[in-house]
């Protein structure tokens, strides 16, 4: 699985959005882009994927470059729930499991 | 509600003395997973069942084993825990899309 690239912390004021970047150079064609974050203590959650085209749920958008060596996950209007640690993930359709980075700890302040 | 379910979710054990963690779904997903999460780290995979299919990452210990004896449970036995051993564990599913659910996980302390 490629390797990512995230910043170690971020903050974002409460209500404002939160753009979360992440690097993933080495991507390959059939490597998908997974968001987890994992509030503390708590058991990692699935946010978002995709492959080239952006995406967007109920949770969060999701918005790829058109070269694909970087991609960008976005909390529209982040709350204080949202503060977590964010895990970008690349990961081959061959490949069951994730393999976790260090992740982007996002603190959301009131 | 779906969900995936592991007990306890904090366990206590002694050096060297064997502990078994449990992980039950109600997803009926064919893929079971465990991971270990140390503090202030990643979560790491140990291995996963693919339905009866064990598969073990390379560099799990082998104090480390697992049993899956249906679809909807999964065991975690550490043989002979040592104090590196505390953790997190974290058992996860996922079905044909591809996307995993994490259950609460379980904290292990090693006295």
């Known amino acids: 699985d490629a390797k990512t690239t995230q910043p170690p912390s971020m903050d974002c004021a409460e209500g404002r959005a939160a753009n979360l970047p992440c690097n993933h150079s080495?991507?390959?064609?059939?490597?998908?882009v997974y968001w987890y974050r994992q509030i503390h203590s708590q058991g990692p959650q699935y946010i978002i994927h995709?492959?080239?085209n952006n995406e967007t749920n109920e949770m969060a958008s999701l918005i790829i470059t058109e070269d694909r060596k970087s991609s960008t996950l976005i909390l529209p209007h982040a709350t204080l729930r949202d503060t977590a640690v964010y895990y970008c993930?690349?990961?081959?359709?061959?490949?069951?499991?994730?393999?976790f980075g260090s992740g982007t700890r996002l603190q959301v302040q009131p | 509600d779906a969900m995936v379910i592991q007990n306890p979710r904090y366990q206590v054990t002694q050096f060297g003395k064997p502990v078994t963690l449990s992980c039950s779904q109600t997803?009926?997903?064919?893929?079971m997973y465990w991971y270990q999460q140390k503090s202030s780290q990643a979560p790491k995979l140990l291995f996963h069942?693919?339905?009866?299919?064990?598969?073990n990452e390379a560099d799990t210990p082998d104090n480390f084993q697992s049993r899956r004896p249906n679809t909807s449970f999964c065991f975690l036995d550490i043989r002979s825990p040592g104090l590196g051993d505390a953790a997190m564990y974290l058992c996860?599913?996922?079905?044909?899309?591809?996307?995993?659910?994490f259950g609460p996980g379980t904290r292990l302390t090693v006295l």
């Open positions: 069942y693919y339905d009866k299919d064990f598969n």
């Open positions: 997803l009926n997903h064919n893929v």
């Open positions: 995709g492959l080239k």
């Open positions: 996860a599913t996922s079905g044909i899309l591809g996307e995993q659910f």
């Open positions: 993930i690349v990961r081959d359709t061959g490949r069951r499991a994730l393999t």
């Open positions: 080495t991507i390959s064609g059939n490597e998908y």
